[in-house]
């Protein structure tokens, strides 16, 4: 492929120009690896963008979208339905933890997110509290690319030039490498008292004012930051005693990420909405859910008039095809047993985390942290340079055969639950070199 054929796709997230001098193509995929077009076989240590859990090409999923197509291509969902996303619903919501029992499908985890705001303000505006605008987000949080989302987002690249349009403030994150650097699973030291923050800004704007407290469990594209021991807890708790919302952002975690199918289990606290998407359908098809506590769709839509209760929706919601992906995504999950792949302390992810935690000492390296598969490795920043190695590790792995996210500084990981113990012998190996290669 020339370059000049690479012209005309304005690419997300990606310096466009130096993408098309040096252009990465992946060409196929089939469980832990891509095939990319000069026919290397690449490891997926990111499964795709955190969302091929199962890894690719699963036949039981493609069959599954190939027969869907075939007998039922598209269906309205604006007042007519199908049933398969109403067997859909009800297996989610038996997966989902407490009184989550009520699922609203979008395409993708930024309109999940901006489907759970509107939720929050609808549940308010319901119960007599329209007052109740503000939301509450996290420094570092990541909660897509729409207006809502990046305004409780914290990740200041991604609104400095597009403006934060609603009401918000921000809790601090959660990294404290003083305290915690190098930490296995959750950061032992802090939690509490990062989380008592939220009654500082409670007193501030006044709880009468703030609709709900946004928060990814584990904080993922701003870095991989696990919650210290604590804090979601306490986070729950000062919701509880102000009448705040709170609405997990399992974009990420979702899936078995943390050994459950959702952290909030894993955590044992419950959210009162909890947004998913990636995971839900193996990124075989594009979908995200929103799963809304049995108090938010009494509130919205029982207690409501006749008519339409939540103006809200899209053209794609429970898509077909996407229904089948995600019904055939759920069989792979519960046949392989994956989610328990994804648990602290099981076999593999304890072989990861010492692998990777074995990269200690190495030049450049200040900080290892992993909750079982999820994990990042952080670098020193390079003078004049500041958010440049992540992007140089990932590159020089890339070219060793291994795929990689950069985060500024850091590169994270979150490989497919079906990784295998020499999967990570041969990731450790190559993330050594390739930060020998960059720190000598
Ligand atoms: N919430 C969270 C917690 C996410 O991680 C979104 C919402 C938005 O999802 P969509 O499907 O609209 O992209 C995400 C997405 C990265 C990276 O830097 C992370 C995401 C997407 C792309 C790249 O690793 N997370």
Not at 326 to 347: K, S
Request: one cysteine or more; aromatic letters at 8%; charged letters at 15%.
């Amino acid at each position: 492929m020339n370059h000049q054929s690479l012209a005309a796709h304005w690419m997300p997230f990606t310096p466009n120009k130096g993408y098309r001098a040096q252009p990465r193509m992946l060409t196929g995929a089939k469980g832990m690896y891509w095939t990319t077009d000069d026919r290397r076989q690449v490891l997926d240590m990111t499964a795709g963008l955190w969302c091929c859990n199962a890894g690719h090409g699963h036949p039981h999923i493609a069959e599954a979208i190939a027969q869907q197509a075939k007998t039922l291509d598209y269906a309205p969902c604006f007042g007519f339905g199908h049933p398969l996303s109403f067997e859909l619903s009800e297996r989610l919501a038996r997966l989902a933890p407490g009184n989550l029992n009520k699922v609203f499908y979008t395409n993708s985890g930024s309109e999940s997110v901006e489907t759970a705001l509107k939720m929050a303000l609808a549940y308010h505006h319901a119960r007599g509290q329209a007052g109740r605008q503000l939301f509450i987000g996290r420094e570092r949080g990541y909660h897509g690319v729409n207006f809502g989302g990046i305004s409780v987002g914290g990740i200041t690249n991604n609104y400095k030039a597009f403006g934060q349009w609603l009401p918000v403030d921000h809790l601090s994150h959660t990294q404290d490498l003083a305290l915690n650097a190098f930490s296995r699973g959750l950061p032992l030291h802090g939690g509490v008292e990062k989380a008592n923050e939220l009654e500082r800004l409670i007193r501030l704007h006044d709880a009468s004012r703030i609709a709900a407290v946004i928060i990814e469990p584990i904080t993922g594209a701003g870095g991989v930051l696990p919650p210290p021991v604590g804090y979601l807890k306490r986070i729950r708790e000062i919701c509880d005693q102000h009448g705040i919302l709170l609405i997990f952002d399992e974009v990420i975690c979702g899936f078995g990420r943390t050994g459950e199918p959702f952290a909030s289990q894993t955590f044992d606290v419950l959210p009162d909405i909890m947004t998913t998407a990636k995971g839900l359908t193996n990124g075989a098809a594009p979908m995200g859910a929103v799963f809304a506590g049995d108090h938010i769709y009494e509130a919205v839509v029982d207690d409501a008039g006749p008519g339409v209760e939540f103006f809200h929706g899209y053209t794609y919601s429970a898509h077909p095809l996407a229904c089948a992906a995600a019904m055939a995504t759920l069989d792979v999950y519960e046949q392989g047993g994956l989610f328990r792949r994804g648990a602290a302390g099981g076999d593999i992810a304890s072989y990861f985390e010492q692998g990777l935690h074995s990269l200690k000492g190495l030049p450049g390296v200040i900080d290892i942290r992993n909750y079982a598969l999820i994990a990042a490795v952080e670098f020193e920043p390079q003078a004049g340079k500041p958010g440049a190695s992540g992007a140089q590790v990932q590159t020089a792995a890339w070219e060793q055969g291994m795929m990689l996210r950069s985060l500024g500084d850091a590169i994270a990981m979150s490989p497919p639950l079906i990784i295998e113990k020499h999967h990570v012998d041969q990731t450790i190996g190559i993330l050594e070199r390739s930060i020998r290669q960059l720190f000598g």
